[in-house]
């Protein structure tokens, strides 16, 4: 009797989703279910907090409750993978098409990237933050929101670093690029994956304030995942844009400040920008450059074999 058995690199830490491709109803269950792990962290933190002192569930709390989040997603993901693995096709979450470049200069150029795009995206978040906060209503509702997160990752540096420059890259990339763009890029036409991919980037932050921002980088992200299918790169993304946003909070002078306008004077910003803009194009253009092996872009499929 012949038996299918799955290609796995053991060195590769998403393996086992590979064979679940979701298309948009997959999407709004893997909503669903962050959803219900977002309620499933609450609990469990909720219940730690009748054991735990308050102090220590407000330093590290999130850095549990945060993984929960995710949870219910990849076990659903993992386990029809591994079904669909008996029949299907996979597509690789995590691969390396560099085109003409050198690996580390695909770091550099993603590093570039990173900056480029906090500073280009500087000016429509501001203007996103005062027309969401024009009213008394929405900005007390913003005030309340700021100080919430400012609650959940008010702990030590190293804490409020390992979960948003590290959790969240590894499991929003994991989530937003890794299952819904590849999943939406073999389901329609690359622009339109690229755009829901980064609508529902955004749509997870569940506030209006972030929601432009994300979407923006989300744009980008997913372009360099369409263009090199690189989790790496874009957890890399990730890394430096929230990276750079919590050491730019430990400076006293800057923690009450939201924007890279009201870091300077104006002049100084204006050439700031437009270099920015001019970097952002330049970034780009490199990966541009790379070919695309496949229409849904460089994401390789898995094989299954027969033994």
């Known amino acids: ?32 279910l962050f959803l219900v792990g977002s309620l499933l962290g609450g609990l469990v933190i909720g219940i ?10 407000q330093d590290y709390g999130e850095l549990v409750m945060y993984p929960l989040s995710f949870l219910p997603a990849m076990v659903y993901a993992a386990q029809k993978s591994q079904r669909n693995s ?16 050198k690996g580390w200069q695909m770091v550099l150029i993603t590093v570039a990237l990173s900056f480029a795009t906090m500073v280009s995206a500087d000016l429509p978040n501001y203007w996103n933050f005062k027309l969401t906060t024009a009213s008394p209503a929405m900005k007390s509702f913003y005030d309340m929101v700021t100080e919430l997160l400012r609650q959940m990752t008010g702990g030590p540096l190293w804490s409020s670093f390992l979960l948003t420059a590290v959790f969240a890259p590894i499991f929003e990339e994991w989530l937003c690029r890794g299952m819904v763009l590849r999943g ?40 360099v995942y369409y263009k090199t299918g690189s989790l790496w790169l ?5 890394f430096v844009n929230n990276g750079t946003a919590v ?5 006293p002078s800057l923690q009450e400040v939201d924007f890279w ?19 952002l194009a330049a970034c780009l253009a490199a ?16 094989e299954l074999s027969v033994e």
């Open 261 to 279: 306008m009201d870091m300077m004077p104006r002049t100084t910003y204006g050439v700031l920008y437009v270099l920015g803009l001019v970097l």
């Open 234 to 238: 874009t957890m890399l993304i990730h």
């Open 86 to 101: 008996l029949f299907e096709t996979g597509y690789k979450l995590n691969n390396s098409h560099w085109g003409p470049f």
């Open 184 to 223: 939406l890029l073999t389901k329609m036409k690359p622009v339109w994956a690229i755009v829901v991919s980064a609508l529902f980037f955004a749509l997870i932050h569940l506030n209006p304030w972030q929601a432009l921002n994300a979407f923006i980088i989300g744009v980008v992200m997913g372009y």
């Open 1 to 32: 009797m012949q038996l299918f058995a799955r290609k796995v690199n053991n060195y590769d830490l998403y393996a086992n989703h590979a064979w679940y491709v979701p298309g948009v109803k997959g999407m709004f269950v893997l909503l669903g």
């Open 287 to 302: 990966f541009r450059r790379i070919p695309l092996e496949q229409e849904r872009g460089n994401i390789d499929t898995v």
């Open 247 to 251: 050491i730019l909070s430990q400076i």
């Open 48 to 57: 730690c907090g009748a054991f735990v002192p308050r102090e220590i569930i």
